[in-house]
């Protein structure tokens, strides 16, 4: 009799790697406390539609990759169901916080998960059938700021802080727009015309996607059709203005907080439901499939599938290859879990003019260990007490005096007491215990 092995694109996670596994996992879990996140677990398998009309019936994930079954009717009065292990988790999340009404709370969502996905490709080094993802979303209704570039930012500082904290050396965060839905229409069309002559020469899978999806094209892979790629128009000359000051907003917050970046302008990830800020974070470390992770905004996803307006951002780390990438490092140090609420402090931002300082200053506080959540500019600070009040001990006030003096205006809820604070003090103040409660 035949022995029998894993399937082929599984594999067993042993000792003593699954211990190392267990550490990344417990990092990310303190690091995502550190912004507010917390854990949601849904479902490894989803109704196929899901999908089809979230993440596109053209993509490569739907039409070619993932593992679909018909689940039949146990009654004549019921009918079969498509069903499909799911190739991605973005989709199950929105599905569930339109399904829980996690909108009506009128708060922002701040969500992260941790597990397995499925897709039926060809394996490869760092690459599975079943392979396990670390991510996270941001999403919620247009009124509690999901819409506001500091999201992005915000978003992209914590993965910088994470790859940091995990001491990934020699990390590349690469950059672009893709522009709202109306600017990717019109730069399908131009796009579309360019390939007519350029498409023939390409792979196949460029040749179909021509026609049925010319915005694919440029996530191909394919060596040989690389400068055919290089030659095409590119997205962001299609960019209205909002698309491009909504933009220029998350740069300049990146900037303000430090974190480096390189602006791509072919990158544009191989999902249908990206909107705008696209990323990726590359390592060198990995070969010409050099991706670590990835993400971007994805605005019309819930009204795609169902559900009301809620724009989103999210990402997904490949942890198979961030743990290639972390055993091929000349060092690891991997801290224990501490995961706690509330948050230490509210960061509010007076004017949207002060998004960028109070994501700078939010950077600072937390590389003190500190849990921080940050409000956005265009909130009331009757809104923003609000907030804080639910979520953190205390609210830093962030306004044009604070900004010019560095004396920050702190209020602690419990004991009512308001401080004026030095900046170079407020990491240490923040640390005290709020009114007798140990932090």
Partial sequence: MATLKAVRGTRDLLPPETE??????????????????????????????????????????????????EDRARAQSEKSQSLTLRPENTAGVVRAYIEHKLGETGQLQKLYYIGPQFRRERPQKGRYRQFWQIGAEVIGPPSAGSESPLRDAEVLEMLATLLDELHIEGWTLELNSVGSSADRERYNNVLRTALVEVAPKMCADCQRRAVTNPLRVLDCKVHEDQPFIEALPKIGDALDQASKDHFAAVTAALDAAGVPYKLNPRLVRGLDYYTRTTFEFTHGGLGAQNALLGGGRYDGLSEAIGGPKAPGIGFAIGLDRLVLTLQGQPKIALDTICVETPCHAYIAPLGEGQNAAALALARELRKSDLRIEIGDGSFRLKKSFEIANKLAWRIVILGEDEAKSGILTVKDFLSGVQAKVPRAELSAYLQKPADGVST
């Fill in 20 to 69: 190392l596994w267990n550490r990344i996992e417990a990092i990310a879990r303190r690091v995502f406390a550190r912004y507010h996140f917390g854990e949601i677990r849904t479902p490894i398998f989803e109704d196929t539609g899901l999908f089809a009309r979230g993440v596109g019936e053209e993509t490569d994930i739907v039409s070619k990759e993932m593992y679909t079954w």
